[in-house]
């Protein structure tokens, strides 16, 4: 089966030069049947090699990453067939955007010194995260609903590629989807921000002009996203092999496990060391580099 093997950096910085690749392309020689020639998907950021052979994918990325050291690049293997998704589905905390929006809320209520290492915690997994959310979520009753327009105006920061991706992906005929366990108020927002097609997420319950300290069930966690990529998919007539995910804490894994192309973006270390693809150094354009796309094909934001 033929595999490709990626090579990415950050393109704010961009730290792929030749020795890197052809350190990369050595490597693979001695594990590979038959390798083919780099080919450079953007000059310095992204690079691309073919190869075949029976040798274990760990194997084969631990003996990459060896040879390329502490450089701070990217090192991932795909399918070389289906390499472009139709589907794409995205987490937005920590991934499309920059922040926790939870835990910038709990800081306009002098709340994130008590909010923000829970929301750690269930990020990495260490406790459940319909629980956390609700836990989390009851600490702000009382405070005035106006905060989260406030939110909207001064927070949300988009990642750097978050644009580029999505309108690349939909410029070639994919859907997107943000499926977030954040709230509708943001989801939306940024759905219309970068031109997703669809968002889903939890609701934050009002009372009045005050947060009434719940959010509406059933909570959208981890089994939820899953069920989302399941029914988006069919929705489009694909199936998840024909979607990429992306997201960095616990609640994404098992989407990122169920997709054809599951990305731990500047994940937690467990979901990070989960997850069959990785990005720690790029931005999110590298999503578009593991689909194939090269620099000059994509579109403009």
Not at 33 to 58: H, Q, V
Not at 126 to 136: C, K, M, Q, T, Y
Request: hydrophobic share 45%; glycine share 8%; charged share 20%.
């Amino acid at each position: 089966m033929q595999h490709t093997l990626i090579l990415t950096s950050d393109p704010n910085a961009p730290a792929l030069g030749p020795e890197i690749a052809s350190a990369a392309q050595s490597a693979l020689a001695t594990v590979s049947a038959e390798t083919g020639d780099i080919g450079w998907l953007a000059p310095e950021i992204a690079c691309e090699i073919p190869f075949s052979g029976s040798e274990a994918r760990a194997d084969v990325l631990n003996r990459t990453r060896d040879a390329i050291g502490d450089s701070p690049v990217d090192v991932n293997i795909v399918l070389s067939e289906g390499r472009a998704k139709r589907l794409l589905v995205a987490d937005m905390d920590s991934t499309m955007i920059t922040s926790e929006t939870l835990d910038d809320l709990a800081e306009f209520c002098g709340l994130k010194d008590t909010i923000a290492p829970i929301t750690a915690r269930a990020m990495r997994g260490e406790i459940g995260f319909e629980d956390a959310l609700r836990e989390r979520v009851a600490m702000l009753k009382g405070f005035p609903a106006s905060l989260l327009d406030r939110l909207l105006a001064e927070r949300i920061e988009l990642t750097s590629g978050s644009g580029t991706l999505v309108a690349t992906m939909r410029a070639n005929g994919a859907y997107a989807a943000l499926v977030s366990g954040g709230f509708t108020f943001c989801t939306s927002h940024v759905r219309q921000l970068l031109g997703f097609d669809e968002d889903r997420s939890n609701t934050l319950l009002l009372e009045g002009d005050k947060l009434l300290g719940k959010v509406l069930e059933p909570i959208l966690g981890q089994d939820a996203k899953v069920t989302a990529l399941n029914e988006l998919a069919g929705q489009i007539g694909a199936t998840p092999a024909d979607a990429l995910t992306v997201g960095d804490g616990a609640n994404d894994m098992a989407m990122l496990k169920a997709a054809g192309l599951g990305v731990a973006f500047r994940a937690k270390p467990a979901v990070a060391a989960a997850a069959a693809h990785r990005i720690d150094h790029g931005d999110l354009t590298a999503l578009l580099y593991l689909q194939g796309y090269s620099q000059t094909s994509f579109a403009p934001i």
